[in-house]
């Protein structure tokens, strides 16, 4: 996706560099519109460095009488080319203009041009934030549909405190995925049901076997489906997550208890994606009161879980199954090892073990191993740029599935 990012004059305009890079990891293209009081704080070298882009910043950059009249119409075309229109820190000034249509420096041209999803992060003191001229070109942009990040409250430049600082970095970055994600709605037609978390085996009434999953890549995929339209049924073992809002969640503990949820709910489901950590073991006996610490050593006897994904590849019918697959090495060959044995669609694999990557992580590393033979490399990437890969992989598999019958 091809993202304008609008920089105004604010002391936040700094955080904008950052923010760039966040937006190009998650795999978009930033074309980066600076205003003349924006260069004030940071200057267009910073983002062409950082985008490969030049930064734009006036709308008549040129002596040239050619180069002038290419640049002035240069809006029509950065707004015509972009996907979404994000104006991060928004001042004040900014946002009067956009309400009211004033068209004097290249963003606001722009924006005039520009037909698709708008996010705007506003950033300011907080009584110009809280001035009823503020708050009622606020409500103009919201009624056109435009996406407001509120900011945050706390110390402000100016000495002063309250709200009107820059909203946070990842939270600028999840209302860009909403905002494009919404804009799609590919996925109307799916009723997908998803695993996600760990499983608990209880080992007496206080312990349990269990790994590291946090349920960040599950819950990310959930939200990004639900934001493309989808029906999500979201099984869920235990974690620390507040669920996608408009998701049907059930939450469950062992792995048993999770076979059983899926296959209670598996009749409405168009897809399966089993993002869950299933317990591979579970203790053949559950004690019933706590097990006493003492000096001698103590066995488990271990008994393998029931392997949900091998039963779905089994019972699927003509849904579209998708697996993921753990592994701290040869991470292509045992996804691909994998799609097979377990008659998937496709199969994620996720290299776990290393630093800022994997369980309990904000971000992965994985590749996608396809049915068709085709083996995409997502690379690292933040957990939600990952859903909407393999997202966007499962709508090619759909759509080649349709077109076979």
Known sequence: MRIVLGVTGGIAAY????????????GHEVQAVLTRAAEEFITPLTFATLTGRKAISGLFDSASPEATLASSVEHIGVAQESDLLLVAPATANALAKFAHGLADDFLSTTYLAFRGPVVLAPAMNNNMWEHEATRAN??????????????????????????GRLAELPQIVDAVERAAAVRLRDLDSETILITAGPTQEPIDPVRYLSNRSSGKMGYALAQAALDRGARVILVSGPVN????????????????EMREAVFANLQPATAIVKCAAVADFRPSAEARQKIKKTAARLSLELDPT???????????????????AAETENLEAEARRKLEAKNCDMIVGNLVGGSGSGFESDSNEVVLALRTGETVHVGRAAKREIAEQILNQ?????RAAVSAR
């Open 394 to 398: 499962f709508l090619k598999l759909r």
């Open 306 to 324: 029931v392997d949900i994904l091998a039963e779905l590849g089994k019972k699927r019918g003509d849904r579209l199954l998708v697996g993921f």
């Open 138 to 163: 606020l409500d103009i942009l919201r009624r056109r549909g435009h996406t407001i990040v509120e900011p945050g409250e706390g110390m402000l430049a100016c000495g002063t405190f309250g709200p």
């Open 241 to 256: 997550l507040n669920p996608p809002a408009g998701a049907e969640v059930i939450h469950v503990r062992t792995a048993a």
């Open 15 to 26: 955080k904008a560099a950052e923010l760039a890079r966040l937006l190009m990891q998650n």
